[in-house]
């Protein structure tokens, strides 16, 4: 563990020392209103939610007779519309945040600020995100829960160095999975590196203990993966790039690029983007990887914000100097700023990055039609996904490509609690769940957009103050 690590990991155990849990056992009604059924993916008139602890006593009908308990705190719904707690499902809170001389307690806020009330990390230097999950522990009243993810499983040497684990043989495998469990990692995730010998013996020993296996997808192609029986693919790239005629251009591995001059790179560069503009997305292969989703079941998390955001048009001043950016602290923002200088793309080249962003949209669309369970992810903090803000982004960006709203908050609710393996506790609001929910002021079925008009936050059955969630953020 390098240096940084070991101060942070210090830092925040001298810290737990001198923190207490949260107590409960308050009485909480939401009365009025719409309910938004995220199994029905659709809203009903509510008569009322009691929360009784963390979690949600009763659902009482529109219409039925009821009595607020005596003493109890009473949200009045009326013209308002309940949600269950947003999850995004692939962040990571450590490795990046790490570069910017951030720790991930201190943007947690953020996304509970926003709604978010859970988080699944999928890839991070293990000890540290452990702590900021107990950091979260201890702080349910300015944190969203955190469930953690592996380091990558990858080739040797990983791509990710800090937060890569190499494996060549299969044999290390079942030691890994421990190692992991020991940690209480719910997601393991498999690299750009793996090989399928690798990858199949992880989805194997992953599943014998009940886990979620998902990929990041490179050398171990996605028909292979899905055919394996891997859970999920991260990035609508795990999709994309496996339906692309396999003889197009290719950018070499990085640790090759320095054997080549710029201009060969740029060159090279933009025929991969013109192959990529030009996907043939009625190719018959797209059809049968998306049958192949659909039958054995493996769920996509297409993380739209960040091919938009950083991958494709970083150059533009509306992604790089919007609102939501803005709102983050100003080490994140001037080192987000410092890559999208290092790196420009040309400006040539735009019309070709806007058209695979097009693609990518519309192929994301054609899953969702075709029945491939979506889920809902940015990869915050990724340059310029801001923690929090980025989930709104990232449901107008799947509203845009076809998903219905509705469909979308089905998406970051009870899809994203079932690829934690934790709908029996969340992602919908029913008796006996976790009063994680979010009270909007305007329908987000009418406007997705509306999810961002947020009139109070329950997280484990206390209301969160959303603006003094947002003063605990650094500005610095």
Not at 455 to 461: A, P, Q
Request: charged share 25%; hydrophobic share 40%.
């Amino acid at each position: 563990m390098n240096l940084a690590y070991q101060t942070f990991s210090f830092v925040l155990l001298v810290a737990f020392t001198t923190i207490q849990p949260a107590s409960g056992g308050d009485v909480l009604v939401l009365r009025g209103g719409q309910l938004f059924d995220s199994a029905k993916a659709e809203l009903r008139p509510l008569g009322a939610v009691v929360v009784e602890g963390e979690r949600i006593k009763e659902l009482v009908p529109a219409g039925q007779p009821f009595s607020v308990p005596h003493g109890a705190r009473l949200i009045e719904m009326r013209g308002k519309y309940l949600i269950p707690g947003l999850i995004d499902a692939h962040v990571h809170l450590v490795h990046i945040l790490n570069s910017a001389h951030l720790t991930g307690d201190e943007v947690l806020p953020l996304y509970l600020a926003n709604g978010v009330t859970a988080l699944r990390d999928v890839g991070d230097e293990i000890v540290a995100e452990s702590l900021v999950a107990k950091h979260s522990q201890n702080h349910p009243e300015t944190s969203p829960r955190v469930f953690l993810g592996s380091p990558l499983v990858d080739g040797d040497p990983p791509y990710h160095r800090l937060i890569g684990h190499a494996v060549k043989d299969p044999e290390e495998v079942p030691h890994f999975v421990e190692d992991m469990l020991g940690w209480g990692v719910h997601t393991f995730k498999i690299y750009v590196g793996t090989e399928r010998r690798v990858g199949k013996r992880l989805i194997d020993e992953v599943h014998r203990h009940g886990k979620w296996v998902t990929g990041h997808l490179g050398k171990y192609r996605a028909q292979e993966a899905v055919q394996d029986g891997i859970d999920s693919l991260e990035h609508i790239s795990s999709v994309f790039d496996f339906v692309l005629p396999e003889n197009r251009p290719l950018m070499p591995p990085h640790h090759e690029r320095s054997r080549y001059t710029e201009k060969e790179l740029a060159d090279l560069r933009y025929k991969v983007q013109a192959a990529e503009a030009n996907a043939d997305l009625a190719h018959p292969r797209v059809q049968h990887l998306i049958e192949m989703l659909v039958q054995r079941k493996v769920a996509v998390d297409p993380t739209l914000v960040v091919f938009r955001n950083w991958m494709l048009l970083r150059d533009l001043p509306e992604i790089y100097g919007n609102a939501d950016v803005l709102a983050m602290p100003s080490r994140l923002r001037d080192t987000w700023d410092a890559s999208r200088r290092a790196a420009l793309p040309t400006p040539e080249s735009l019309p070709l990055r806007k058209e695979i962003f097009r693609k990518q949209q519309e192929l994301t669309g054609r899953l969702f039609r075709s029945g491939v369970s979506l889920l809902v992810g940015t990869d915050a903090p990724v340059a310029f996904c801001p923690p929090g803000f980025s989930i709104h982004q990232e449901l107008g960006l799947l509203v845009e490509s076809g998903v219905t709203p509705a469909a979308a908050l089905q998406m970051a609710t009870l899809n994203n609690a079932r690829a934690l393996r934790q709908d029996q506790n969340m992602g919908s609001i029913e008796a006996g769940k976790l009063a994680d929910l979010v009270v909007l002021n305007a329908d987000p079925l009418a406007e997705i957009g509306n999810s961002r008009l947020i009139h109070s936050i329950i997280r484990g059955g206390k209301v969160c103050d959303r603006q003094a969630l947002l003063k605990l953020v650094p500005t610095e």
